[in-house]
């Protein structure tokens, strides 16, 4: 498939609400974990949270927008407006622009308070704009509204896969003949209505130190923090003249057997087919931004994947997400964003945090310092809870 190039980026992440402050703060270890503040009598679900504090919705959002959209939604027309401005593209041919977006959860701040409403003043006290804040769809609608791109829209919900699975339906769409799209996914989950669905998991760290509570491909991992943004890209075909973060180069997905069948991951079937889709051989592969589930099994499941691939440690792993938490449908695209920036840098960044990893995992994960990047690609991986794997190739 053609490459597409991305134009302009938009983030909303813990640590930085631009991709220099962001970029910036993976190199420097910046964290955007903190405690989670305290939500009821018993605090918390879960103690710590990734959280986008630094995000003030009246300061870059029109006021008629605040009472009709949930969190998620606010941060995603930020990213969006900022992704289009960077790219500097005209509007002047809606029909051939279009938006896809990701998101695992929906509007669950604006659904847990609207149904608050309905339990304790009743129907008439539930807003109107309930039948679309929470659903899963608003922020590819919203985008769509406010920048007036009639082209083709869609979402997808895949949990943190969802992200790069939306960025390469996009990619689809530019290769088929849009002008442009906007893509990307965003999540914020982290209200106690959001949280106690994430408890169901039993994927949630317990710990009460950022600098200890999420730790993959550590001795000590057990679980992550959650965390809430992502990333919106603009995509537009490759051409001479073309100008931007890189390139979206190979994208492969795949599906896991459920639980207790004896049958493997497939996620080597995901990898390999990324790389088959850029026309990338593994030695042109300068890192791997990895998944980093931060649970022993799942940890070991994508080490083991990427030996398949790369040999042991065969290529150098990073994990920036331990600065944020895991982002959900976010994440993936933030991971992009980190892939196409350090290619441009030259440097692999390292994981934070993690000082003891594990020696009987066959990884080459990067830690304490950034290293140089030796290759012309990046793979960043994304896995979703229910089965779901996607992987994509990215080239400066």
Not at 217 to 227: I, K, S
Not at 267 to 294: F, H, I, N, Q
């Amino acid at each position: 498939m053609t490459d597409v190039v991305v134009t302009g980026a938009g983030v909303v992440a813990p640590n930085g609400l631009s991709p220099g402050d962001y970029w910036a703060s993976v190199l420097e270890g910046r964290s955007g974990i903190s405690p989670a503040p305290r939500t009821g009598p018993d605090g918390p679900p879960c103690p710590l949270s990734g959280r986008a504090d630094a995000f003030v919705a009246k300061e870059h959002l029109p006021a008629r927008l605040l009472p009709q959209t949930d969190v998620m939604t606010r941060y995603a027309l930020f990213a969006a407006d900022r992704a289009l401005e960077e790219s500097g593209a005209g509007r002047d041919a809606p029909l051939d622009m279009g938006v896809i977006t990701a998101s695992a959860s929906g509007g669950f701040d604006f659904g847990q308070r609207e149904l608050q409403n309905l339990w304790s003043e009743g129907p008439d006290h539930v807003s109107a704009y309930m039948s679309f804040a929470w659903f899963y769809a608003v922020n590819t609608g919203q985008i769509s509204i406010r920048n007036d791109l009639r082209g083709p829209v869609g979402v997808l919900v895949a949990e943190q896969a969802g992200g790069l699975d939306a960025v390469a339906h996009a990619r689809r769409k530019v290769a088929a003949g849009a002008r442009l799209m906007v893509a990307g996914g965003m999540d914020s989950s982290l209200c106690p209505y959001g949280l106690a669905a994430q408890v169901r998991s039993g994927r949630l760290s317990t710990g009460e130190d950022p600098a200890t509570a999420y730790l993959p491909f550590d001795r000590r991992a057990r679980g992550h923090v959650p965390g809430e943004g992502g990333a919106m890209f603009t995509l537009e075909a490759d051409r001479p003249d073309a100008r931007g973060y890189g390139r979206i180069a190979g994208y492969g997905a795949s599906f896991d057997p459920p639980p207790g069948s004896g049958r493997p991951s497939t996620l080597v079937r995901a990898v390999e087919t990324a790389l088959d889709d850029a026309g990338v051989t593994p030695g042109e592969v300068a890192m791997v931004v990895a998944d980093a589930a931060a649970v022993p099994e799942l940890d070991a499941a994508e080490a083991e994947a990427l030996a398949a691939v790369f040999g042991p440690r065969g290529v150098p792993v990073t994990a920036p997400k331990t600065l944020t938490g895991r982002l959900y449908s976010g994440a993936g695209p933030l991971d992009l964003l980190t892939a196409l920036l350090a290619l441009r840098d030259g440097v692999v960044p390292p994981t934070a945090n993690v000082t003891d990893a594990d020696p009987e995992l066959p990884v080459d994960l990067v830690t304490g310092a950034p290293r140089p990047a030796e290759g012309t690609a990046a793979l960043v991986v994304a896995r979703g809870f229910g089965g779901f794997n996607s992987a994509m190739v990215v080239r400066a």
